[in-house]
């Protein structure tokens, strides 16, 4: 699975949209981009996932770059209740292979 | 929907004892689980990868006969921490997929302290 960097931490806030950089200069063509958080001592949380297309749902929107090498996960009104870790994750579709977690961003809403 | 139920949240043990974790998903089946472990101010690390009927797959430095895993059903998988010491107190987060799932579904986590 390709690599992903993103920002250790992040500011956002509250009421602001939070703009989430991932850089996947790595990723191959049959590679999904996966989004995830972390809210303090839970399990993680499935936010998003694209292969090239922008995607939105309820959560976030997620804006893929035309070369792939980089993605955007965007939280258009954060609220103190986004405050997590954010995973960027990069993977081959199908669910037989576990998670491949980095340190992810960790975003701060500011009251 | 694609809910994962994790089992107990909370556990304290003393050391030598075993520990059983169970994760259930509720409302779908799943054929693959994932067992992680995270540290304090770590990421989460995969330390099994288990699939209905079969032996489980450890990652490797992660010891099987200490991490006994069963998945014996399209619902069910269980840990068992066995003859725990306190280097294995660690928050353990189980996970599910199923190919009618998006990505992975996450249990809330079993936070263990061996004393």
């Known amino acids: 699975d390709a690599k992903t960097t993103q920002p250790p931490s992040m500011d956002c806030a509250e009421g602001r949209a939070a703009n989430l950089p991932c850089n996947h200069s790595?990723?191959?063509?049959?590679?999904?981009v996966y989004w995830y958080r972390q809210i303090h001592s839970q399990g993680p949380q499935y936010i998003i996932h694209g292969l090239k297309n922008n995607e939105t749902n309820e959560m976030a929107s997620l804006i893929i770059t035309e070369d792939r090498k980089s993605s955007t996960l965007i939280l258009p009104h954060a609220t103190l209740r986004d405050t997590a870790v954010y995973y960027c994750i990069v993977k081959s579709g199908g669910g037989a292979d576990g998670l491949t977690f980095g340190k992810g961003t960790h975003l701060i809403i500011q009251p | 929907g694609a809910v994962v139920s994790q089992h107990p949240s909370r556990v304290i043990c003393k050391s030598g004892t075993s520990v059983k974790i169970e994760c259930r998903s509720l409302?779908?089946?799943?054929?693959?689980m994932f067992w992680y472990r995270q540290f304090p101010k770590q990421s989460l690390m995969l330390m099994a990868t288990?699939?209905?009927?079969?032996?489980?797959?450890?990652e490797q430095g992660v010891e099987k006969d200490k991490f006994l895993i069963n998945h014996a059903s399209l619902t069910l998988s269980t840990l068992t921490v066995t003859s725990a010491h306190p280097e294995d107190s660690s928050f353990y987060i189980c996970?599910?997929?199923?190919?009618?799932?998006?990505?992975?579904?996450f249990g809330s986590g079993t936070r263990l302290t061996v004393v």
């Open positions: 409302d779908f089946q799943a054929t693959t």
């Open positions: 790595t990723i191959s063509g049959n590679e999904y």
């Open positions: 996970s599910a997929s199923s190919p009618m799932t998006y990505g992975y579904t």
């Open positions: 288990s699939n209905e009927g079969s032996k489980a797959t450890y």
